[in-house]
Structure formats: C-alpha cells, structure tokens
C-alpha cells in the first residue's frame, strides 16, 4: 500500500515474528506477510532459519538479499570488573564457573540440550553455575526440568539490552545450542571475548578450538565435554 502512495521501490526487512514459526502456524499472519513481501521490491533476511521460511512461502528467491547480522563491537568491551560486579549483586560467587544461555526460551533455541548438558557437567564439577537469561513459553518447564536435574540454574528472565554486555562479562562461556542458526548473541559474546560453545549450523563465524566450540547438531554429550575444556 506504502508502494502504491508514493510511487518509490519499498524494500523490507524480516526480522522475528515476521516469519519465525509462530506466523507459519497461523494462516492469517501467513498471508499478510506474504502478500507484503509479494508486493515490494526487494527483502532483506538477517539469519538463515528466516530465509529458509520464506523460501518454504515460495517468495521468489530472485526478491530476496540474504545480509547476515552485525552488532556493535565498541558495545561489548567491558571491564571485567563490571562483571564481578553483576556476580556479587546475583549472589554468584567468583570462584564459580559461570555459564550462560542467552538464546529464547523455546525449542528452537535448544535450551532443553543446555539443562541436559548441565546435568553432565554438575556431576563432574562442584562449583558450576548455569544462567539462562531471556524469556518465552518454556520457561516453567524447564524451570521444572532443572529442578528434576538437581542442576544450579538460574532464570534471569528478560535483561534490557543495554545490560547484556554485563552479563556477557561476567561469564566464563557461553553456550548457544540453536537449531536455526548463528543469530546474533554469538556475535556478542565474541566482542565481549568469552569462548562460545555453539552447536554447527548456518552461517559458523567460530574457529572450532580458537575462539569457541564447535558441536554437532543435538549432540548434548559433546557439549558438556566442551564446558570442561
């Protein structure tokens, strides 16, 4: 309709709920996508789960400029003493190993392989913690889960953006067992230089062994080997 007023080329950008998988579900939400995209000149898709989306809504591959997300480095670098700061007001000690789950709380995102993970681990190592921070409809479940795992988890819920590098900074690794993806959160906790602990799909900015960990697809064992490295 924008097209239509000013006569100019529209060009969108998809991003979330726009043609995650809760829009595939829903016939409507489909629909008003589609046609969206149908009608513009071109679409920019940020992460590759996204664009094998569209790709499965037949947009016409020809419409579609795959430019995969950046962050703001400068953001990221934070003295570690901000991070022993944010330990001290969570009542994380600083001798604890610390590792963090940044991801949605959804399926998508693999935190039921982080708890499983966990598991393994805190039968090897005494003094382990394991946050996960973010929200989403799994949250009470694996709140359960862990409880079941007799793991040291805790549900930071919903950090506002501008506090993330905080939490980046005081973690020993990060983990981001996703199935759609890279994302953006291994971006970030790289600028912030902690190992990431990720799991091999789309786009791999990682150098296995150098700045993170690589892990096949699902293979919760070899996470929690890569959490004691």
Do not use: W
């Not at 000149?41 to 419409?63: F, K, Q």
């Not at 430019?67 to 022993?84: D, K, Q, S, Y």
């Not at 973010?134 to 549900?155: Q, T, Y």
């Amino acid at each position: 309709m924008v097209k239509a007023l000013v006569h100019k080329p529209v060009v969108i950008s998809v991003l979330g709920y726009d043609v995650d998988e809760r829009t595939l579900k829903d016939t409507f939400l489909t629909g008003i996508s589609k046609f969206a995209m149908e009608n513009c000149d071109a679409v920019i898709v940020a992460t590759e789960n996204h664009y094998r989306n569209l790709l499965s809504m037949r947009i016409n591959r020809n419409l579609l400029h795959f430019i995969p997300l950046g962050i703001n480095v400068a953001r990221f670098i934070v003295h570690e003493t901000h991070g022993l700061s944010l330990r001290k007001r969570l009542g994380i000690s600083e001798d604890e190993i610390l590792v963090l789950f940044v991801p949605h709380l959804r399926d998508l995102y693999g935190p039921q392989d982080f708890l499983r993970a966990a598991e393994i681990v805190s039968k090897k190592v005494q003094n382990v913690r394991f946050i996960l921070v973010g929200d989403g409809p799994l949250r009470e479940d694996l709140n359960n889960l862990a409880k079941s795992l007799n793991i040291k988890a805790m549900f930071a819920g919903h950090v506002d953006f501008y506090e993330m590098p905080l939490y980046y900074a005081m973690a020993d690794i990060v983990c981001i067992p996703s199935y759609a993806g890279q994302g953006i959160s291994a971006l970030e906790a790289m600028a912030t230089g902690k190992p990431v602990v990720r799991y091999k799909t789309g786009t791999i900015r990682i150098t296995d062994g150098i700045d993170g960990f690589l892990v096949q697809k699902g293979d919760v064992k070899g996470l929690a080997e890569k959490f004691c490295s």
